[in-house]
């Protein structure tokens, strides 16, 4: 594993973390599907987020960091997993990006736009 995959790790643990300290339940990490990979989907209350992470060096690069097609690809997987997941399609769906920069805390903005 590359240091690069290590880190991915690390900001992806991190998130999990935060998520769970938030009251979250996470339901799955590392999601694949044919159109990519959500990192984590996580449950608080009737809410359903999709988070993507971003593990920089700064805060400016976890945001720059951040593509409107890595969105769509969510959104796009997301589908997929609510497809095979039917009895959560009734809970408000939510995009969210965590980002991790290096020796800071994480930042977590809600319902991302593209």
Same mark, same amino acid.
């Given at each position: 594993?590359?240091?690069?995959?290590?880190?991915?790790?690390?900001?992806?643990?991190? %998130?999990?973390?935060?998520?769970? #300290?938030?009251?979250?339940?996470?339901?799955? !990490?590392?999601?694949? =599907?044919? $159109?990519? +990979?959500?990192?984590?989907? %996580?449950?608080?209350?009737?809410? #359903?987020?999709?988070?993507?992470?971003?593990? !920089?060096?700064?805060? =400016?690069? $976890?945001? +720059?960091?951040?593509?409107?097609?890595?969105?769509?690809?969510?959104?796009?997987?997301?589908?997929?997993?609510?497809?095979?997941?039917?009895?959560?399609?009734?809970?408000?769906?939510?995009?969210?990006?965590?980002?991790?920069?290096?020796?800071?805390?994480?930042?977590?903005?809600?319902?991302?736009?593209?």
């Amino acid at each position: 594993m590359s240091s690069t995959e290590y880190k991915g790790i690390f900001g992806e643990l991190t %998130a999990a973390l935060l998520l769970t #300290i938030k009251g979250y339940i996470i339901l799955a !990490r590392r999601y694949k =599907t044919s $159109c990519g +990979e959500i990192d984590i989907i %996580a449950r608080k209350g009737d809410v #359903i987020a999709f988070v993507e992470v971003k593990y !920089r060096k700064s805060l =400016t690069k $976890c945001y +720059e960091a951040i593509r409107n097609k890595q969105i769509r690809r969510i959104v796009r997987a997301s589908e997929i997993f609510l497809c095979k997941n039917p009895d959560l399609r009734s809970n408000f769906i939510r995009y969210d990006v965590i980002l991790v920069p290096d020796w800071n805390l994480p930042k977590h903005i809600k319902n991302i736009s593209m």
